[in-house]
């Protein structure tokens, strides 16, 4: 389970970057927000005046988000099974939820099947080879000399621009296009490093489990790692995936 507080501390802020550009291709009046996290597109789309429903798999999240956005209707949910009507929503906006998903293809017929005809979806995912504000946290156990497995990562076949296009089709979008989107994310070196290792997701949960003087190592070559970019920021990338919902 992860801690949402601090996740909402740290690979939310890291995350909220994309979020206008995915509600420019994903704004209507009946928006579902997929993987909601702690709230951060739906409190965008509430403030542009859409109607939004969220889910997350997390209960904490869930319960965070609710909590702070109280004319949202938020549910605990996950992909491939949503508890919706056919045809339910006007926009679907899924930010760094699909690539979590076990199964891709399953996931987006779900969310094609509770989007209605002419509706648009619009979903992100990182660049696995150009996201050093997490990549630093990996390279840090490793430099440490740590035992590390990472855990597997279903959506590194579907990751590429043309692959995931062409799930879309099959799964009976029109129109689907992919944007490459960068930035530099900028933060205290030593805030990023606590948020990070408290939230205690998949990925490095383990460092808070070390012994005390394994976590210093580990630090201190996160702080080495990271040092280049205290200035400017951890340069990140971003695709942006979007289509509409065919007539079928």
């Known amino acids: 389970m992860i801690n949402a507080e601090a996740y909402d501390r740290g690979f939310a802020q890291l995350s909220s970057h994309t979020v206008g550009p995915l509600l420019e291709r994903a704004h209507a009046a009946r928006l579902l927000d ?49 508890p919706f009507e056919d045809g339910e929503f006007d926009a679907v906006a899924g930010n760094f939820v699909i690539n979590h998903v076990p ?58 621009p043309a692959r995931f296009t062409a799930l879309l089709t099959t799964a009976g979008f029109e129109e689907p296009a992919v944007e490459t989107l960068r930035w530099r994310h900028q933060v205290d070196l030593r ?39 205290a200035h400017e920021g951890f340069p990140v990338c971003a695709y942006l995936a979007h289509a509409t919902r065919g007539p079928g």
Not at 124 to 153: L, S
Not at 195 to 222: C, L, T
Request: net charge negative.
């Open 34 to 82: 997929v993987g909601c996290g702690t709230g951060v597109v739906t409190a965008a789309a509430l403030a542009l005046g859409a109607e939004v429903t969220a889910v997350d798999a997390d209960p904490d999240m869930v319960e965070l988000a609710a909590r702070r956005h109280p004319y949202a209707t938020i549910r605990q949910a996950a992909l491939p099974d949503l």
């Open 191 to 229: 805030s990023w490093w606590t948020d990070i290792v408290q939230a205690a997701g998949p990925r490095f949960a383990m460092i808070s489990g070390q012994p005390p003087e394994v976590v210093e190592r580990i630090e201190a070559h996160y702080t080495s790692l990271a040092s280049p970019y």
């Open 103 to 160: 199964d891709t293809a399953a996931a987006l017929s779900e969310l094609h099947r509770v989007l209605r005809p002419g509706g648009q979806i619009a979903l992100t995912w990182w660049k696995a080879d150009e996201m050093t504000a997490t990549n630093v946290f990996t390279e840090a156990i490793e430099a440490a000399g740590v035992p590390y497995e990472p855990p597997p990562r279903p959506f590194t076949a579907n990751d590429t």
